[in-house]
């Protein structure tokens, strides 16, 4: 079946360190998508890429950073210069054109402690 | 960046009451979307619109594009248990849904015992 997938469902961080999250899909979309969700709040654009090789940023982009080296994945990094990043990070992926909106991934709960 | 309004915020009711919440835009969309997520999952699409004035159903829901453009409707009857989540809705200005998505701030719904 296809899908997409995020990686690790929980991941704990220390302050002052980088971390990557991990987002794969087997749709065959051209476009992907982060989104940041904090407690009560809805979605939030962090980045996203419309075709390989090629990224923008999105509402928050500050303190993250991404690559589209594949089509197939979309990794995003937490710099330490992310000044709050606990939360629920949401990936997502749609194809161009299309009738469907996005497929998400089931999300990772970071925390750092 | 721009949030779609949902209203209300939340709502608590009771199983097999029926539910009604909205969004509304200050921009023109020609895609209106809504998605659920179930807590700690990703939000998964239950209903897509195109055509403004468009009623579409879903098993016990229906959608609806306002003739404006500027709003859209969720109506769920009947509701049950596994109707818990928050709910949103999202807009994009093309005509597949699936350029970048603007969405809503979200309905929290819950069901009281």
């Known amino acids: 079946d296809g899908g997409i997938t995020q990686s690790p469902k929980y991941l704990f961080r220390k302050e002052g360190q980088n971390v990557t999250l991990s987002c794969e899909q087997n749709?065959?979309?051209?476009?992907m998508y982060w989104y940041r969700q904090d407690p009560g709040q809805g979605l939030r654009l962090i980045y996203y890429?419309?075709?390989?090789?090629?990224?923008q940023k999105g509402d928050i982009a500050e303190g993250y950073s991404v690559s589209r080296e594949k089509k197939e994945s979309f990794p995003l990094t937490v710099t330490s210069a992310q000044k709050n990043p606990t939360a629920f990070y949401l990936c997502?992926?749609?194809?161009?054109?299309?009738?469907?909106?996005?497929?998400f991934g089931s999300g990772t709960r970071l925390t750092v402690v | 960046g721009q949030q779609l309004n949902q209203s209300p915020q939340s709502m608590f009711i009771q199983e097999g009451e029926d539910v009604s919440m909205n969004c509304t835009s200050s921009?023109?969309?020609?895609?209106w979307l809504w998605y659920k997520q179930d807590p700690g999952e990703g939000p998964v699409l239950l209903i897509a619109l195109y055509k403004a004035g468009e009623l579409t159903s879903n098993g016990r829901l229906t959608a609806q594009f306002g003739i404006t453009r500027k709003d859209s409707f969720l109506n769920i009857s009947a509701s049950i248990p596994s109707d818990v989540g928050i709910y949103f809705c999202?807009?994009?200005?093309?005509?597949?849904?699936?350029?970048?998505?603007?969405f809503g701030t979200g309905t929290r719904l819950t069901i009281i015992p």
């Open positions: 749709l065959n979309h051209d476009a």
């Open positions: 997502a992926s749609s194809i161009n054109p299309g009738p469907h909106g996005y497929t």
């Open positions: 921009s023109i969309f020609n895609t």
């Open positions: 890429s419309q075709i390989v090789n090629d990224f």
């Open positions: 999202a807009g994009s200005i093309s005509n597949f849904g699936n350029e970048k998505l603007t």
